[in-house]
């Protein structure tokens, strides 16, 4: 029987660390034994099994857990390579406590599934030696405080994937440590061989990096690329120049050029506008935010108006008008985008857009419906950016989570976007808090030539190696 899903904790005070979680991990369920099912039945079950799989990886993990017979007939959801796109946990998304800890430090995360508002608490001791600095498909890209390893994990088969260090790229490339610590990544199909490969950008810093494991230093895909907003899609990377309206094909490099499409200059300057990325469904759209012509009122959120487009990658990138998004509904920012059905959470506003603005209201919901605009988190400020004005507003809605999932920086700190949007200087704790915690990346120093710089790389692929043999024969 599938084990029922561990509700979520109750919210904790600020600051103060999250109990343990309670969700064991899959490998220490206690399974039912069954004796296998006959001949005929074999391809039932594996049917079957195809159409759980389909539907989410944990489910097919419990389905698997049923019973050995089932186990036995149906192949391993631990896929080595992490490659395979329906071994992923596509459809959870990381959800932020609120208390001001942060992942590494909990060691646990607790996950949404936007299809089914299923809830897990999963306990990831992996995290407690590394900075989680981006998602992909529901996978975890971290970035270790030692040695600035880079490893992608899977959050609920444990399989984990090692990189090289980014400390000698850095040096080369980077050389600015506010750039390191606000590095975003993503995973996407190697080009090359049956693996991933792992993109990285740094924000105020051109320069977009890659590696595959095995691999002995990261290489630099494109020089003078500096992004603004990114999508993996489809196994690659597509993304903003900053101030163009250029879409650009980050990975893999497009021999032809990085540049695939232009957005229409019928919106305004470029510095005027936003330009989103957001995968909804099977389809890519492009969301332009721009300045509206005929504003009516007086509030600044009510100078925006919304254009979206579907985008045809097989079509050389033609772009056909979206006038409705029926029951889906976009949270919108630079970090990353997301698309929901408003279906599947009833909290949701339909054929709405979420997006933030700065002061005095940092989330703003826009109906495409009657194009009008809501202050949903208006009585939720917990400050007026110069002091405390009251106590942070509990329960969180998911429309709070979906955002700030899309807010790295307030995610990775624990804060909830719509409260921190903006951290006052008269919060002297809290700031304390985040400069420790941000001084614990140290980033080594690397000198040309020097041998332990290359005994500490030679064994790096070692481990690495021997890890990724272990993790195979277990799957087998």
């Known amino acids: 029987m599938a084990r029922r899903a561990t509700p979520l904790a109750p919210a904790t005070a600020g600051g103060r660390k999250r109990k343990a979680p309670t969700l064991c991990p899959f490998a220490a369920v206690k399974r039912a034994r069954a004796l296998p099912p006959p001949a005929s039945g074999w391809a039932l079950t594996l049917l079957v099994a195809c159409r759980v799989l389909a539907a989410d990886v944990v489910d097919y993990i419990a389905f698997r857990g049923a019973c050995s017979g089932w186990r036995a007939c149906t192949p391993s959801p631990r896929d080595p390579t992490l490659r395979n796109h329906h071994l992923r946990p596509r459809g959870w998304v990381a959800l932020c406590g609120g208390d001001a800890v942060r992942p590494d430090d909990a060691g646990e995360v607790t996950f949404l599934h936007t299809r089914t508002a299923r809830c897990l608490r999963v306990s990831l001791p992996e995290l407690r030696r590394y900075r989680v600095v981006g998602f992909t498909d529901g996978l975890l890209i971290l970035l270790h405080k030692r040695d600035t390893t880079v490893r992608v994990l899977h959050p609920f088969t444990r399989v984990a994937v090692d990189l090289p260090p980014l400390g000698p790229a850095y040096h ?48 630099v895909i494109h020089k003078d690329m500096e992004l603004l907003n990114t999508l993996p899609f489809q196994g690659r990377l597509y993304g903003f120049l900053r101030l163009t309206t250029k879409i650009v094909q980050v990975y893999p490099p497009n021999p032809l050029g990085p540049v695939v499409a232009h957005v229409p200059d019928k919106f305004g300057r470029p510095c005027h506008c936003e330009y989103h990325l957001v995968e909804s469904g099977r389809d890519m759209l492009l969301v332009v935010q721009h300045e509206n012509v005929k504003r009516e009122g007086t509030e600044p959120w009510q100078c925006y108006a919304f254009a979206m487009f579907r985008v045809d990658i097989s079509d050389r990138w033609r772009l056909f008008p979206v006038i409705s998004l029926g029951n889906q509904a976009l949270f919108l920012h630079m970090d990353r985008c997301l698309s929901v059905s408003a279906k599947d959470l009833p909290s949701i506003r339909s054929n709405s857009v979420y997006f933030s603005v700065f002061l005095p209201d940092h989330v703003v919901l826009h109906s495409l419906s009657d194009r009008s605009f809501e202050r949903p988190t208006t009585l939720c400020q917990v400050h007026n950016m110069k002091e405390r004005i009251r106590p942070s507003v509990r329960p969180f809605t998911i429309a709070d989570h979906l955002l700030t999932y899309c807010n790295h920086r307030e995610w990775a700190r624990g804060l909830m976007f719509h409260e921190y949007n903006g951290v006052p200087r008269c919060f002297d704790n809290l700031w304390k808090k985040i400069r420790a915690q941000d001084s614990q990346l140290r980033i080594p120093r690397t000198i040309r030539g020097d041998t332990k710089g290359k005994d500490f790389l030679r064994k790096h692929r070692a481990r690495t190696r021997v890890s990724w043999l272990r993790t195979s024969c277990a799957s087998q």
């Open 172 to 219: 080369e490339v980077v050389r600015n440590r506010i750039s390191m610590l606000g590095m975003r990544a993503a995973v996407c199909d190697a080009s090359a061989a049956a693996t991933i490969a792992v993109v990285v950008w740094f924000p105020w810093t051109p320069g977009v990096l890659s590696a595959v494991p095995f691999g002995q230093v990261w290489e």
